[in-house]
């Protein structure tokens, strides 16, 4: 059997988030869970039985060598479910990580992104002004009441439709002409801390979603005979998020797309003003620039580490090319991204990911070998049928995937030299497949994601991210009553409540610290400067990525000049999306990552005992999902 050679928190974090209970009757939170070996055997055979790929049994061995041997993976979306009911049910946005939606109609967009959220898909929203703008004015104030009797207006089903009913209901009274007053039970839904057999993990209860329907409600109700800004789309999208992630299932990761000349929006963030509700904090926010001269110089308010640096998003740039300077695949519908940015989306589009751990390959045949089978799982899974119209439309029309390459600065130049070439030869694969199967070509093939959780697993440096460090702590979220906590401070490691940003403790979650290290002569955030940084997008977005570069450009204060000079040099042409954070001191409590000194290491190493290749029972809550930003999912 191959060996697996796990990351130093690689095979804790995959027990936390992808290893299901061996029996999923049942509802018992301790009963044991899956090991790798079975996780993988689980997805290789629903790649035959669910997605009808078609391996052989030779192509199942080697596949399975792969895998095991961390060359690359699958989706965390695919470890998690396939082989599961969930995707006979529920098809293709079972297994899709991301999704993207234009806001401009009052009802629609609102429940698809809570559907596809409590789906576990990540959503990206377009909320730019001229889009808001198509949305009508809202016609009336409504009372919306919790009233858990039998005689409400409306109960609510104890099922993801039911609460995205409750609220289509509530935006749906509020633009037509018949809305009127109602009430709500929610005296069907189970309590909290219920198992939710289908998706995994457990039940919020009811408190978070009445909390969230009435502060929509509210923002709606002040806008009556007005036109909804997008501050407030913002906010109701935010507010959305917040009902979902309360089940301690799902990170319902966001990213909001605005106009760069909007001050509300881009205040939206601005933590040292107060008084910024804490919702907020649900989505990565961006701007559209397609030229980078335009920029307002308000833009870099955000950056002082006064509040969260904003992204930019160049989608003329995404229309037109796939890699830099290939204009025989443009992307000409292209609206936005999804929350990491790596994958440009048209509205109602989804997509598929999976990985690549570029270090661990051997050689050109091993890399080529996977992406063969990496790009027939993805290719496979886009074809299911969609319980979303819209999306099922778009996604079978375009196919589109993301091979992702991560652990690229740990990566020899002999490896990187590898991508260039395997990029032509699998657009060449994908027309011979493609057709064979009396598919679409794919759109867009290729991708560079923050995968923050799958390279865990193997220890690799995320995406095109350098080390944070050479010695840090690494914190982990989970559900405060996941039997996995109990575990973490058996074995020594520090556990304490999420902190919301006014301070007070969500005791939903738990935040893990864990201490880790990179091998000696990884490339350090420490010693590349933020211009190198940017030189690293532009080179995988030359030679692999056809969709983007997903890349949070670790930055100092005194950097910013020769950030914009840069951008102004290269942006309009070279960048399709890109982020930034403070390396330091950029205000966030409880960061993915801090960094520590030898010593610090080495002491919190000497108090724990290791979690590695440990076997136990307990079963987690499949919480967190996070990307090198600490907020995508890659689940």
């Known amino acids: 059997m191959t060996e697996t050679p796990w990351g130093s928190i690689g095979y804790i974090t995959y027990k936390r988030t992808y290893a299901r209970r061996l029996d999923d009757s049942t509802e018992d939170a301790g009963a044991p869970t899956e090991e790798f070996p079975q996780t993988i055997d689980r997805v290789i055979k629903a790649c ?11 192509e199942e061995e080697e596949l399975r060598s792969l895998l095991l041997g961390l060359k690359g993976s699958v989706a965390g979306r695919f470890l998690w479910q396939l082989g599961t009911n969930t995707v006979n049910k529920l098809g293709l946005l079972s297994l899709q990580n991301c999704a993207f939606v234009t806001i401009n109609e009052p009802v629609r967009p609102f429940i698809w ?6 789906l576990g898909s990540g959503v990206g929203y377009n909320i730019q002004k001229e889009n808001v703008a198509e949305i009508p004015r809202v016609k009336r104030s409504i009372k919306v009441t919790r009233k858990d009797t039998k005689d409400a207006d409306f109960i609510v089903p104890d099922s993801r439709e039911g609460w995205v009913e409750l609220l289509k209901k509530t935006l749906k009274y509020h633009f037509s002409e018949d809305g009127r007053d109602f009430s709500y039970s929610t005296f069907c839904l189970r309590g909290k801390g219920a198992p939710i057999k289908s998706f995994g993990g457990v039940s919020s209860g009811p408190e978070e979603l009445c909390w969230g329907i009435n502060e929509i409600n509210n923002i709606l109700n002040a806008r009556v005979n007005k036109k909804l800004r997008p501050i407030d789309v913002l906010d ?3 507010i959305i998020g917040y009902i979902v992630v309360s089940g301690n299932v799902r990170r319902s990761a966001q990213i909001a797309i605005g106009d760069m000349e909007d001050m509300q929006y881009l205040n939206a963030k601005r933590w040292d003003k107060g008084n910024i509700p804490n919702w907020r904090a649900m989505s990565n926010n961006s701007v559209v620039c397609n030229d980078i001269n335009y920029l307002p110089e308000q833009f870099w308010q955000g950056y002082a580490g006064n509040g969260e640096p904003y992204g930019l998003i160049n989608l003329k740039l995404a229309r037109e090319v796939g890699r830099l300077g290939e204009t025989k695949y443009p992307d000409p519908n292209v609206q936005g991204v999804n929350p990491c940015g790596e994958q ?16 661990n390959i051997a050689s050109l045949d091993e890399l080529r070998k996977l992406v063969s089978y990496l790009y027939r799982i993805n290719k496979h899974s886009l074809a299911l049928p969609c319980h979303l119209k819209d999306t099922q439309e778009v996604v079978h029309k375009n196919m589109r995937m993301g091979i992702g390459i991560t652990g690229y600065l740990q990566a020899s130049e002999e490896q990187k030299s590898w991508l260039r070439s395997t990029y032509e030869w699998l657009r060449a694969y994908d027309v011979q497949y493609s057709k064979e199967h009396g598919w679409p070509i ?4 290729t991708t560079t994601k923050p995968s923050g959780t799958l390279s865990l697993l193997a220890g690799v440096t995320s995406g095109v991210h350098p080390g944070y460090s050479q010695y840090f702590i690494r914190r982990i979220r989970m559900a405060s009553n996941s039997p996995l906590v109990k575990m973490c401070k058996d074995h020594g490691y520090p556990v304490e409540y999420q902190k919301n940003f006014d301070g007070s403790d969500d005791r939903n979650t738990v935040v893990v610290s864990f201490p880790c290290s990179y091998p000696k002569g990884t490339i350090l955030a420490k010693d590349v400067t933020a211009i190198q940084q940017l030189e690293y997008v532009k080179e995988l977005q030359s030679n692999w990525s056809d969709n983007a570069v997903s890349c949070t450009v670790y930055y100092r204060k005194e950097e910013l000049p020769e950030i914009k000079e840069w951008l102004k040099n290269n942006y309009n042409n070279s960048i399709k999306s890109v982020s930034f954070l403070l390396h ?9 990552f801090e960094e520590i000194s030898e010593a610090s290491y080495n002491a919190m190493i000497k108090r724990v005992k290791p979690l590695t290749n440990v076997s136990f029972n307990e079963s987690d809550i499949n919480e967190s999902f996070e990307c090198a930003s600490g907020v995508c999912p890659v689940k």
């Open 113 to 118: 992104t809570m559907d596809a959220l409590m």
């Open 442 to 445: 794919s759109i867009k093939l």
């Open 344 to 359: 440009t989306l048209e509205s109602w589009e989804s997509c598929c990911l999976s990985e690549i751990f570029l270090p």
């Open 48 to 58: 035959n039985t669910q997605l009808n790929v078609g391996f052989t049994p030779a």
């Open 584 to 592: 330091k001191e950029h205000g966030f409590i409880q960061a993915p």
């Open 236 to 238: 109701i999208m935010n």
